[in-house]
Nanobody
């Protein structure tokens, strides 16, 4: 079993930045693909970013490309999401997830473990 706990969310003005963290405990996630997803009120959960187990491959949703950066520190069993140039439409609950498969990293169903999420609110 893997437990994932997110932190770093908060209220920020448009144009601001936040660094989200996802700490894994229980089983090591060193060989897992890690992803970030978000869900705004009344909307479906959507893919934000993913990173390979080694950290040398990343994938981003078009809506965040160039503004968000995903990274991981396997020694600390932690994944990060640096969010810059935030927009009001980025407001959502951000959740991290771990997947034992390298296929379909943009799909919710590919992930085996999920955190509870951290709220990000961007004011205009």
């Amino acid at each position: 079993q893997v437990q994932l706990v997110e932190s770093g969310g908060g209220l920020v003005q448009a144009g601001g930045s936040l660094r989200l963290s996802c700490a894994a405990s229980g089983q090591s996630c060193k060989t897992y693909v890690m992803g970030w997803f978000r869900q705004a009120p009344g909307k479906e959960r959507e893919f934000v970013a993913a990173i390979s187990w080694s950290g040398n491959r990343t994938d981003y949703a078009d809506s965040v490309k160039g503004r968000f950066t995903i990274s991981r520190d396997n020694a600390k069993n932690t994944v990060y999401l640096q969010t810059n140039s935030l927009k009001p439409e980025d407001t959502a609950v951000y959740s991290c997830a771990a997947s034992r498969t390298v296929a379909g990293v943009r799909s919710v169903v590919s992930y085996d473990y999920w955190g509870q999420g951290t709220q990000v609110t961007v004011s205009s």
